[in-house]
């Protein structure tokens, strides 16, 4: 009996299988600066270029940057204003040692009503990712950025009370991250952690959307066509650009605490707000296109990329023709690559299609339609 009892034991002495996980991240910085520029009248009569205040960005990397304008540029015996962006100094981050940032930029004008017009460029990791280095020649942007004539033209509203206000957003691609982890050694410890954290998070998320519901200690007012609602100024600049200009310049939000949007109806408003507090809002089903409309409008990069996906979901060949032109209207780089990809491997159907005949042959959107020929090719 005792032979057998050693025999029982060893057989289930089989060896562990080990099973080892290996991540690979990238470093990702994204910040936004923006350059008024008064008694603009004045400053496009000059011959030379007139430089911004040296800014840094972003908390990671803390490299200084600068942007030269030309206000008064003939290219092509027009008259423009041009715009670059140059590298002044390279901070503690990665690349210190090679005088070298990873990055890309985007130039827009911020308009009367706060909202980006003129765009040129793209930051993020699906654009163009250039090498901006530490020398006196380098920098990068557009001699024709805009003509002058567009860019005074009142009806434009660009230039306001001889003011421009000029906002470039910088995406900035660091160093690799690597993390080997043999998950066999992971304890029960590590789920304990994770839970917590998360019900942590849930808690602040919770508490925000509760600031906002019940009006705790508010200093800014938004109001509709219909409503009002108790905002924190505080939140509002963190999570928008758009926002950020209002309060941090002389406008008329600033001096009265109180921004209105009429534009857009009560529940898309009230939507936009819980998204800003809490990451989501019970609108989003039902009215994403709105909701787009007005990320854009107010630069609220979470709410659109959750827009974008909600879209993207939905894809078919009845919608196909209608969200390229939307996400096209709205600067949705995600939803306009899917359309375009969805379009093209269902190019036979859709041709046969008289609603996506019409879409496509419409004046307003013969542009958007042929970037298809080349997005093919």
């Known amino acids: 009996m005792a032979?057998?009892?050693t025999k029982q034991q060893s057989s289930t002495n089989v060896p562990e299988i080990v099973t080892i996980e290996g991540e690979t991240d990238i470093e990702q910085d994204e910040f936004t600066f923006i350059w008024t520029v008064k008694h603009y009248s004045v400053v496009s009569e000059l011959e030379t270029f007139v430089n911004s205040p040296v800014f840094k960005g972003g908390p990671k990397y803390n490299h200084a940057w600068q942007i030269e304008m030309h206000p008064n540029h003939v290219v092509e015996e027009v008259k423009h204003m041009s715009l670059y962006l140059s590298l002044v100094e390279c901070g503690k981050g990665t690349f210190s040692k090679e005088k070298m940032v990873k990055a890309n930029h985007q130039f827009a004008i911020l308009n009367a009503d706060g909202?980006?017009?003129?765009?040129?460029?793209r930051p993020g990791p699906t654009a163009t990712i250039n090498e901006y280095k530490l020398t006196r020649s380098g920098r990068w942007g557009y001699k024709k950025f805009i003509a002058f004539a567009e860019l005074i033209n009142p009806e434009n509203k660009f230039v306001v009370d001889d003011t421009l206000k000029i906002q470039c957003k910088i995406w900035i691609c660091g160093g690799l991250k690597e993390k080997v982890e043999n998950i066999n050694e992971r304890t029960n410890c590590n789920t304990f952690v994770e839970k917590r954290i998360t019900i942590a998070r849930n808690g602040a998320i919770m508490d925000f959307g509760k600031m906002l519901k019940e009006s705790i200690r508010t200093d800014v007012t938004i109001a509709t066509n219909n409503r009002t609602f108790g905002a924190h100024k505080a939140i509002l600049m963190t999570r928008s650009s758009?926002?950020?200009?209002?309060f941090n310049v002389d406008m008329l939000e600033k001096e009265v605490n109180v921004v209105e949007i009429t534009d857009f109806d009560d529940d898309i408003v009230e939507g936009m707000l819980e998204h800003l507090y809490t990451g989501e809002t019970d609108y989003m089903n039902e009215?994403?296109?709105?909701?787009?409309q007005i990320a854009e409008k107010y630069d609220l990069t979470g709410l659109k990329e959750g827009c974008e996906y909600q879209l993207v979901g939905n894809l078919n060949k009845e919608n196909a023709a209608a969200y390229l032109i939307l996400a096209n209207n709205y600067n949705s780089p995600c939803l306009k690559e899917k359309s375009?990809?969805?379009?093209?491997?269902?190019?036979?159907?859709?041709?046969?299609?008289?609603?996506?005949?019409?879409e496509m042959k419409a004046e307003t959107n013969t542009s958007i339609f042929a970037d298809l020929f080349f997005y093919h090719q």
């Open 3 to 5: 032979q057998n009892t």
């Open 115 to 121: 909202k980006l017009a003129k765009i040129a460029g």
């Open 242 to 246: 758009v926002f950020a200009a209002m």
């Open 287 to 292: 009215r994403v296109k709105e909701f787009l």
């Open 340 to 358: 375009m990809e969805f379009i093209c491997k269902n190019k036979g159907e859709l041709l046969k299609s008289q609603t996506f005949l019409e």
